[in-house]
DNA sequence: AGTAGGTACATGCAAACGCATGTACCTGGG
DNA sequence: CCCAGGTACATGCGTTTGCATGTACCTACT
């Protein structure tokens, strides 16, 4: 009999498969000359929001270290692709958001990338795959299936361990 | 009104989420003061196997460049955890395998590791869902012939690609 | 008000990474 | 046999990462 410790695992070694090898598909694409994947998540994340955010909450959304992220933060700043701002409201705190020229790179990356991962996902999985996987992957992730606002106001994340 | 692009979009987007979530909580927990979660991934790939692979058959489970895993191969090597030996039938090649500490420190970390991936796993999941996930990530990851959302524990192979 | 403790982000530093390239070896055409 | 081209792994080098820690700020309790 398959525990559930036992399943959980090959899901988990499976999801990790599945994450390495499409990661090198996509990574192979020519989409990464002039910005790199992990800056194109955040420029990625900075453009679905509406109202500038802050460094910690783009650290939710991306696998690096906080350290890591202010220097890629930096970095961006100081091409010119995204814009720091204090924030009124929290002295500790600052302000992000895109430029003209980050969300212009943002979108022409973002073309490209978009079409590469179509091609990788509907080679090899059907509709009702994606759905069922997006489903899935939403719930593991913690989130409602709604993929609505992205306003920090509100706490709907249970952070347990 | 969702395309295959866009479907396929939201799924990749939604298992980025699922995977970077994950990851961190299983980061998070106190099992890597002796080795890092990349170096399990290495002595963990070479546990599975019978007999001693090559450093581009690693390469193929690993999301690392190949200069970056030789290096941490030789980390491993240096630490007595992994064993280098020539391969006979080519001279280019390099065969590895776990040496004795090796196998321990995997099979330890290993127990720990398995117990908060399935922790955070089937905290959030069911067991349809967790074999939905695996049945669909193998597929995505190219190793999965079976089409059907159910699916039996398989004797699966560690196939190559 | 003063202070202890927590949060948000930055910085020093060693370790690790990716890219380009080097070295050794294998393969196939002449 | 020789050599061009490809594969497998290693190494130089500049960049990026993570860990530990620092700085500035907010919060709450006394």
């Given at each position: 009999?398959a525990?559930?410790?036992t399943?959980?695992?090959?899901?988990?070694?499976?999801?990790?498969?599945?994450?390495?090898?499409?990661?090198?598909?996509?990574?192979?694409?020519?989409?990464?000359?002039?910005?790199?994947?992990?800056?194109?998540d955040v420029?990625?994340?900075?453009?679905?929001?509406?109202?500038?955010?802050?460094?910690s909450?783009?650290?939710?959304?991306?696998?690096?270290?906080?350290?890591?992220?202010?220097?890629?933060?930096?970095?961006?700043?100081?091409?010119?692709?995204?814009?720091?701002?204090?924030?009124?409201?929290?002295?500790?705190?600052?302000?992000?958001?895109?430029?003209?020229?980050?969300?212009?790179v943002?979108?022409?990356?973002?073309r490209?990338?978009?079409?590469?991962?179509?091609?990788?996902?509907?080679?090899?999985?059907?509709?009702p795959?994606?759905?069922?996987?997006?489903?899935?992957?939403?719930?593991?992730?913690?989130?409602?299936?709604?993929?609505?606002?992205?306003?920090?106001?509100?706490?709907?994340?249970?952070?347990?361990?």
């Amino acid at each position: 009999m398959a525990s559930g410790r036992t399943l959980a695992n090959e899901a988990w070694e499976a999801l990790l498969s599945a994450h390495a090898t499409t990661m090198k598909r996509v990574a192979a694409q020519d989409t990464w000359t002039e910005i790199s994947i992990r800056e194109y998540d955040v420029l990625y994340t900075l453009a679905r929001c509406d109202e500038p955010i802050r460094i910690s909450e783009l650290h939710r959304h991306v696998l690096l270290s906080q350290p890591a992220l202010s220097r890629l933060v930096d970095r961006l700043t100081r091409r010119g692709l995204v814009e720091r701002q204090p924030d009124a409201a929290d002295g500790r705190s600052v302000r992000l958001s895109l430029t003209t020229d980050g969300r212009a790179v943002q979108r022409q990356a973002g073309r490209r990338h978009a079409r590469s991962v179509a091609r990788a996902l509907t080679a090899r999985l059907s509709r009702p795959e994606l759905s069922a996987l997006e489903a899935i992957c939403l719930k593991l992730a913690g989130q409602a299936p709604a993929p609505s606002a992205t306003t920090p106001a509100a706490p709907r994340r249970p952070a347990d361990d």
